[in-house]
């Protein structure tokens, strides 16, 4: 079931998705294929490398989620208590926000130079 799904996300046109997700529906999963139909199958063009390729402009690496992991890994502790692990998400994205905020904030600031 696992490599089917890897195969789905992994299809680089519209008839190579339909083909892998037709090998899913032979696993005859009727609760895993009726969740696929439902939730994952409509949004298809967000999460299949192949179909994906417009709305990311041929992005396809993951910098910008790997950056924010590393923060919240320094952080957040690996072996936390919930309720110390929520304390801390929330400091994080407090701190990422404001972060975020004074990055727009500098950029938004910007006088152009006019050369004569």
């Known amino acids: 079931m696992f490599v089917q799904a ?6 680089s046109t519209l008839e190579q998705y339909e083909s892998n997700k037709a090998l899913l529906v032979e ?3 009727h609760q895993a294929i009726e969740y696929f139909h439902q939730s994952w199958d ?23 989620l790997e950056s924010i992991n590393q923060k919240i890994k320094q952080v957040v502790n ?9 304390r801390d998400i929330i400091v994080f994205l407090n701190i ?11 950029v938004t600031a910007k006088v152009p130079i006019v050369a004569h």
């Open 6 to 11: 890897q195969k789905l996300a992994y299809s």
């Open 96 to 106: 990422h926000r404001t972060e975020i905020n004074g990055k727009l904030c500098k």
């Open 27 to 29: 696993r005859q999963v």
């Open 42 to 64: 409509p949004i298809k063009d967000q999460w299949v490398i192949g179909l994906a390729t417009s709305s990311s402009l041929g992005n396809n690496i993951n910098n910008r």
């Open 78 to 86: 690996k072996n936390a208590k919930f309720d110390d692990f929520a």
